[in-house]
């Protein structure tokens, strides 16, 4: 069956466009026109961009003096400490040393160097008998106990250390050896974070039999800092501030090794150029057979008795 036909001569029918018909669509066009042009445009996303980079900040702040006086020196006389009290002797716990001990035996009490930045950090550590003594009775100072000190900088790095590119510095690790009232004071900065572990400071104790020679007591423990404190000083400060796309993992709620009772309190502010300072009781649990002498309680001979340290004032 083929097509039907169509005849040359037929008469082709135009079908007819009513003249309402068209202004109506074109009445409807531009109706949608303008209700296109009305909407809003996408709206932006509610979260940033994550790990934007920070605005750099090349100067430091107001608060830091000018470089050839930072580091300030300690004080040459500083405040007397108050006197022992038996309220500061409940123990609290040891904690490791951590894979950035070395011995590098400096004996200093201003271990900042020739570190530029930094918030002052001046800390006075209390060490004392926590035990009952034979002789002497429980929180008495302990003379001549070496205090080590070591933390990382403020962008979470260590001295001397061969994967930090350190290797040959020595800042912010130094020991003392308390006087006759027990007390040693170090002035160091505050100290930065890094990957996995919350902010913290080093410190071991170390007592010496009469020789000087024979150790009595060895352990190592790990100060903690209140993260309200923490948070607004990486925030505020350069140069914990500036640390590019490093972004903090670790706090006190999710550190291993954190324990409230070890947390210390702060005096100050970052915003005085004084920074922060802390006194740190610290109470061994060690009972001493001392001889009370004119210049102080002297150690004779020692046994331990438990494990930690004591309570933080």
């Given amino acids: 069956m083929g097509f039907p036909l169509v005849h040359s001569g037929a008469k ?8 309402h018909a068209v202004n109506l669509i074109s009445l409807i066009a531009l109706l949608r026109g303008c209700l296109m042009e009305a909407r809003p445009p996408h709206p932006s996303p509610i979260h940033p961009t994550p790990h934007s980079p920070p605005t750099p900040h090349w100067q430091p702040p107001p608060h830091f003096p000018p470089s050839p006086t930072w580091p300030p020196p300690p004080p040459s006389t500083p405040s007397p400490p108050p006197p022992p009290s038996a309220s500061n002797c409940t123990q609290f716990a040891e904690r490791t040393e951590g894979p950035y001990w070395i011995e590098e035996n400096i ?75 027990g007390y040693v004071t170090f002035y160091t900065i505050f100290p930065g974070w890094y990957t996995s572990r919350t902010v913290h400071i080093h410190i071991r104790v170390r007592i010496y039999a009469e020789d000087g020679n024979t150790t009595l007591f060895e352990d190592t423990t790990q100060l903690f800092f209140n993260d309200t404190i923490t ?53 061994l649990p060690y009972s001493f057979s001392v001889s009370l002498q004119s210049n102080g309680a002297r150690i004779i001979s020692g046994e331990r008795v438990g494990y930690g340290f004591a309570s933080i004032k």
């Fill in 12 to 19: 082709r029918h135009r079908p007819q466009v009513s003249f």
């Fill in 107 to 181: 004996k200093a009490s201003n271990v900042r160097l020739n570190l530029t930045y930094g918030v002052p950090l001046n800390i006075t550590f209390k060490i004392a008998n926590g035990t009952l003594s034979e002789q002497a009775g429980e929180c008495v100072p302990i003379e001549g106990a070496r205090v080590d000190l070591w933390s990382a900088r403020y962008d979470g790095v260590y001295s001397d250390v061969e994967e930090d590119g350190t290797v040959g510095e020595t800042w912010l690790r130094g020991y003392q050896l308390t006087n006759s009232t």
């Fill in 231 to 283: 948070a607004a000083l990486f925030t505020d400060v350069y140069p914990y501030n500036s640390r590019g796309f490093a972004i903090r993992d670790t706090y006190n709620s999710n550190d291993p090794l954190f324990t409230s009772t070890n947390m210390i309190v702060l005096e100050g502010n970052y915003t005085d150029s004084d920074g922060y300072r802390s006194l740190v009781d610290m109470s």
